[in-house]
């Protein structure tokens, strides 16, 4: 999993989602719409009229909340084009959302961030990259309780993974000679900072999860006196030891580069590898690689598909119809009634469900099943969109403060 990267790819722009009726029906949405009364709601945390909150994740093994929240910053200095920020992580308790700690990512008279990234540990471990307007780029590690493990300065545009046994991926670009090909620095380090391997590859990294690195070892194609990747690549497919693998070349016919909604690559729990591809621009190819690099099928998929992985197989969502696979084929489908908004996230929710927002209606179901666990109307959710669901609980980010909604089973 790659840290999340900056904010308008993580943030669905809520005011111009398109209106329809929601999932009326469903328990925890009463009559006019609104969710159930808070169980609680935090001190206010943020000052809205200069900050927004951009995650919200829950940590069940800590019985804690975090909150992600960016406010903007006055440039005083036109050295640089970007927008600053300053950044914070708050914990709040999960059952009394008291307040444990706040952490800024900032230090008196330094410089603020441009960009950040966040990774979450499954046992609270906070892992916080951030990219500073002097160009300079640092990642935090910080314990549950607040305090922090240890620092590592990054060299400038580094990306930062979270690997299946919680070791981290540092990708660092060392640049592209005159024939196109890219080189890239990779570091794992463990938990405690140590560095456990390091290497340099051809190429760039484009997905580190679970157990495999997936990188494009193709040479880069120059349009208009910058360098882009090849349609069809070559991919070279690692593990976290930074052992490769296996190498495959995808068919000219096939384009990676994609249509449709989703990551265009999924890393399953066995290290299977399924790729998305788009042919002539009319329909999709879903492409799995084995473990050892094997093709072991494709499947055509809508164009316009939102994509998700389970883990141990994958849903899609095309023309409001929901469809889960195993990796041996078809498991469950639901159509569903509500109109989809201008974007459609599909994605895990905190406790490992499928989470789907449509236009009125955030959904949360059995991820092979395709059973409805909660379908509660999500337009109290938009003024900052951002919110975790895990075990029947929303916790959401309102009006400066956080808020927790115990919500009733909905039934399927």
């Keep these: 999993m790659k840290s999340t990267e900056k904010w308008g790819a993580f943030v669905l722009s809520a005011a111009v989602l398109l209106s329809a009726p929601g999932y009326a029906h469903a328990a925890g949405i009463v009559a006019d719409g609104t969710l159930p009364q808070p169980s609680w709601t935090s001190a206010s945390v943020y000052d809205t009229s200069s900050a927004s909150a951009h995650d919200v994740r829950f940590v069940k093994s800590r019985g804690l909340v975090y909150t992600h929240t960016v406010q903007n910053v006055k440039k005083s200095s036109s050295k640089t084009s970007y927008d600053w920020y300053l950044e914070t992580v708050t914990a709040f308790d999960a059952s009394t959302g008291a307040q444990k700690w706040s952490r800024t990512f900032h230090d008196k008279a330094g410089p603020y961030t441009i960009a950040s990234s966040l990774l979450y540990a499954g046992d609270g471990t906070l892992y916080f990259t951030g990219t500073f307007s002097d160009k300079t780029q640092t990642l935090y590690a ?37 024939r196109g090909t890219a080189k890239t620095a990779v570091v794992r380090c463990g938990s405690d900072g140590r560095t456990l391997a390091s290497k340099t590859l051809t190429g760039r990294v484009l997905t580190a999860e679970g157990g495999r690195i997936v990188v494009d070892a193709s040479r880069l194609v120059k349009s208009g006196g ?3 990747r090849s349609p069809s690549p070559s991919v070279e497919v690692y593990m976290p030891d930074l052992k490769r693998v296996y190498a495959y070349k995808f068919p000219p016919s096939i384009n990676l580069l994609g249509d449709g909604g989703g990551p ?28 050892q690099g094997k093709v072991l099928w494709g499947r055509t998929i809508p164009a316009d598909s939102v ?18 696979f195993t990796l041996g084929g078809k498991l469950a489908e639901r159509k569903l009634d509500d109109q989809p908004g201008q974007i459609v996230v599909l994605e895990q929710s905190d406790d490992g469900g499928l989470q789907i927002d449509m236009a009125d209606t955030l959904y949360v179901l059995d991820p092979d099943k395709l059973e409805i666990v909660q379908a509660v109307s999500n337009r109290p959710l ?20 956080l808020v927790k909604y115990v919500l009733e089973k909905s039934k399927s």
Aim: hydrophobic residues 40%.
């Design 307 to 324: 994509i998700a992985s389970t883990g141990s197989g994958y849903v899609t969502y095309s023309n409001r119809t929901l469809t889960a």
């Design 142 to 178: 910080l314990k549950p309780d607040g305090r922090q493990l240890w620092s590592r300065p990054l060299p400038f545009g580094s990306d930062v993974y979270l690997l299946g046994d919680e070791s981290l991926l540092i990708a660092s670009q060392l640049g592209t000679d005159s």
């Design 264 to 291: 265009p690559i999924l890393v399953q729990a066995d290290g299977t590898v399924i790729f998305r591809g788009s042919i002539a621009g009319t329909v999709n190819k879903l492409i799995a690689l084995s473990p």
């Design 226 to 228: 910058v360098w882009d």
């Design 382 to 401: 938009r003024s900052d969109y951002a919110f975790a669901y895990a075990g029947g609980t929303l916790y959401a980010a309102e009006n400066g403060s």
